[in-house]
Structures are given as C-alpha cells and as structure tokens.
C-alpha cells in the first residue's frame, strides 16, 4: 500500500484510518567512546571565554516523516531501522519517539 | 589465480589494486560492479578505498548493503580470501564480516601519509612472506581510522591472535607519536576468527612498486597468492 511505512516484502490488509506521524531518531555516541568533534568544540567554547562545560557528546537526529495506521507497528519498524542502518551499536546507542503529525 | 576488485560509487583505489594485480603480481584481475549479484568465479575478492556512497551516514554503512556485499559474505564463509583497504576495511566492519568500528581520527583532519606497520600475526594468508615484527612501511588516506572496540572485544582480538598490523615507529615500537589516528591499541589491522578476512586502513597497492616510494604492500598480496597457490 503505496505511501505507508511497511517492509516492502509484506503485503498488507488495510483495515484502519492512515495518519500521519513523525519519528525523531536520536543517535549518539556510547558512554567510553572517545568523541573527537565533541572535545574540539568543548576546546573552541572555552576560547571563546565560556566556562564549566564539563564534557560535550555529540549526536544526530534523523527526523522520519511517514505514513501509518497503526503508531505501535510503525515503532517497531523504526526500531528495526535504527538497529539495521541509523545506528552502529559497536559505538552507538539511539533512542527515537513517535508523534503524530 | 584470478582476483576481484569491486566498484562501489564512490571507491577510488578500484584502479590502484586492479594495477598491482596486474601488473606488479601479474596474475588476472577483473572489476566486479556494486550492484552485480555473482563474484564471477574470483578466487580473491579485494574491496578497494575511496570514499563509498560520499561516506554518508558512517563509512561503509551504506555500501554493506550493496547487492555484491550478499555474495561476499557468502563467499566468506565459504572461507574465501576477502581483503578490505581502507573504506574497503570500513565496509567490512560494517557488514559485521570484522569486529569494531571507526571513529573519526583523533585529529578530526584527514590524514594522508607513509606510516609504519608492525607485524604481528604472520601466519595469516596475508601476511605469510611477513617475518613477525617485520616493520612495514605503507601510506594511509583517511579521515576515520580510529579503531574502536569494546573491552571484551579487545581482549576476543588479542587472544585469538586477530591483530594482524599495528602502527608502530620505524623501529618497531609502539608509540604514540607514530599512532596516526588514535587506533585502540595501535590497531591498524585486523583478521576474523577463521583468518580468511582482513582489514587494514593502510594501502598496500599505493606501496608496491619502488617508484612510489615502497614496494613493502607488495608483501600483503604476494602472501594472498602464496597462499592460494598452496591451497589449489
């Protein structure tokens, strides 16, 4: 069914309303692994006179606008989809919420 | 002994390795394209550098999901000869072919230099006319050559013998002026459990021939072909 979130190999029967949602996927580096972009600009804060940051992590937030008719099926499908291509869980760890649009 | 260079958009040392195949080692060479679903019998797959899919994402993250990464797996588990330079070592991690990941190097600049490799682990099928502590001197190209792994992981590499090359001094020592990139453990290459696949950041088909400046990557693939001759 043309413009819902679904794996493309499973057909699907309508039954529900289609609405629409956002997905904010939010991935960052794990605890312990060492970020280099998050230190250089810790170091260029406090050039330019900013004091008692404490540590800077950065991240990346991907932002999904799709189709569905059912919120809980569409999660696990992006779940799937961090695991799978969003996040590396060697280094990454993410965390996304779903809302309707 | 025939070899496969696979092309991914992007990858810009395809022609580099099919060059030392060719004409440095003189054995048959073939480009295998990204979206091909068969290796074309090749007995040796060689996954080249560049910069696949423009590095979106994380490197190689896009490229493990080319249609030929499907066959290369299977090609590897078969026990296949896989080598992976560079993004191709990028790609492997990935593809989960290689334990770890990269992180950006520590300097956040893109790095492009002759370095030295340690020997650790010469009883490998890519390393086999290394002698162990041969100090190698080969270039890397690269922004993201910071291996990574977790603690235990680290220790699984160590005991079972996967670190293959670590950056080292022209001496051989470990030193942390002459780590690159900020490697763990001064890990510039590493091998799987069963040994048939390898990843290295430095580029042996950039170093095998004198006139760039060492023939010392001429090692790497003269190991692949001793190997394979003894196998065949």
Redesign the interface.
């Known amino acids: 069914m043309k413009g819902i979130l679904m794996r493309k190999s499973e057909a699907i029967t309508r039954k529900g309303k289609k609405k629409l949602f956002l997905a904010k996927v939010f991935v960052r580096l794990k605890e312990g692994v060492l970020d280099p972009q998050g230190s250089t600009i810790k170091r260029a804060l406090e050039d330019m006179g900013y004091d008692g940051i404490e540590d800077i992590r950065t991240g990346r937030v991907f932002e999904i606008n799709f189709s569905s008719e059912d919120r809980n099926k569409s999660k696990v499908l992006i779940d799937e989809v961090c695991k799978k291509l969003l996040a590396n869980p060697v280094i990454e760890k993410y965390k996304f919420e779903v809302k309707q649009r | 002994m025939k070899f496969g260079v696979i092309t991914f958009p992007g990858s810009n040392c395809d022609y580099d390795c099919y060059k030392a195949i060719q004409d440095v080692l003189k054995e048959d060479v073939v480009f295998l394209w990204h979206n091909q679903t068969s290796l074309d019998g090749c007995e040796c797959i060689i996954l080249p550098g560049g910069f696949s899919y423009g590095d979106y ?2 490197t190689g ?1 896009i490229a493990r ?1 080319s249609p030929i990464m499907k066959e290369v797996k299977k090609f590897a588990e078969a026990g296949g000869l896989v080598i992976g330079i560079c993004n191709g070592f990028q790609i492997l ?2 593809s989960g072919l290689l ?3 990269m ?6 600049r893109f790095i492009c230099k002759y370095v030295y490799l340690r020997v650790d682990n010469e009883n490998t099928p890519f390393t086999n006319r290394c002698t162990k502590g041969q100090v190698l001197k080969i270039p890397i190209a690269h922004s993201d050559g ?1 291996y ?3 603690k235990i992981g680290l220790e699984k590499l160590k005991m079972q013998k996967q670190i293959v090359f670590r950056y080292c001094d022209p001496n051989g020592n470990l030193d942390i002026n002459f780590n690159p990139n ?1 490697a763990l453990d001064f890990i510039a290459g590493i091998k799987n459990e069963k040994g048939n696949v390898l990843g290295m950041m430095p580029h042996p088909e950039r170093s095998s021939e004198t006139i760039l400046g060492s023939e010392d990557g001429r090692y790497i693939f003269e190991s692949m072909v001793e190997h394979l001759k003894g196998i065949i």
């Open positions: 994402l994380r993250a999901f991690l990935e334990p770890g990941a992180l950006n190097n520590k300097t956040l910071n990574f792994i977790s900020g």
